[in-house]
């Protein structure tokens, strides 16, 4: 049977897993499994088991092959172990928990839909010493969006005031025609005398003296 250490862990590193952004718990073959997309990322086994102990698989493909240079790491059955999978065996003792914390992390990412990470990776990813007492947060309402001011109705542009037309010139009134001035005396005697038109008389007078 698992010693009241390795339950404690356990329930650490379950508790860790189930914290992780879109991760669940389920129960198939009867073991407790951490799934992310419908994927299992972590194996914690039934913890009831006296000839395994306290156990749990993970995927690591980055730090399999340092994992299983450590004692009572193997590769997981099933032919698991070719994708990276790793299976720890641990009884009493001390066990290293914020390195298992930390495997836990990298089969999350390995198993998790890319958006899914990359999401966690915006937010902050959880170090492997706060995320297992993260509690999940509820969802906080959106703020609601400010009301829009009704915007006032805009003035109507004035029409454009008329010109005045400015006054029409007055016609230039007509210049007055001078006169002619009348000759003086003088200038009569210059002028040469008009010759007057013969008269009836005058005709027949002529012709008697002929």
Do not use: C
Not at 7 to 21: E, F, H, S, Y
Not at 46 to 66: C, E, N, Y
Not at 104 to 125: H, Q
Not at 179 to 187: C, F
């Amino acid at each position: 049977m698992a010693s009241a250490t390795t339950k404690a862990v356990r329930t650490r590193l379950i508790k860790l897993a189930l914290g992780l952004p879109g991760a669940f718990e389920d129960h198939p073959w009867g073991e407790t499994v951490a799934k992310v997309g419908g994927k299992v990322f972590v194996f914690f086994g039934t913890g009831t088991s006296a000839d395994q102990g306290f156990g749990f698989s993970v995927k690591l493909p980055q730090s399999s092959s340092v994992a299983l240079m450590l004692p009572n790491v193997e590769s997981t059955g099933y032919g698991l172990g070719k994708s990276g999978w790793v299976t720890v065996r641990l009884g009493d003792g001390s066990l290293p928990t914020e390195m298992f914390e930390e495997w836990i992390l990298e089969s999350y990412r390995a198993v998790a839909p890319k958006r899914v990470v990359k999401a966690m990776d915006e937010g902050g990813a959880p170090s492997s010493k706060n995320a297992s007492a993260k509690k999940k947060a509820a969802p906080k309402k959106k703020a609601a969006a400010p009301k829009k001011k009704v915007a006032a109705p805009k003035k109507k542009a004035a029409a454009p005031k008329k010109k005045v037309a400015a006054p029409k010139k007055k016609a230039a009134a007509p210049k007055k025609v001078s006169k002619p001035k009348r000759a003086t005396p003088a200038k009569r005697a210059a002028l040469p005398k008009a010759v007057a038109k013969p008269t009836a008389k005058r005709k027949i007078a002529a012709q008697k003296k002929r």
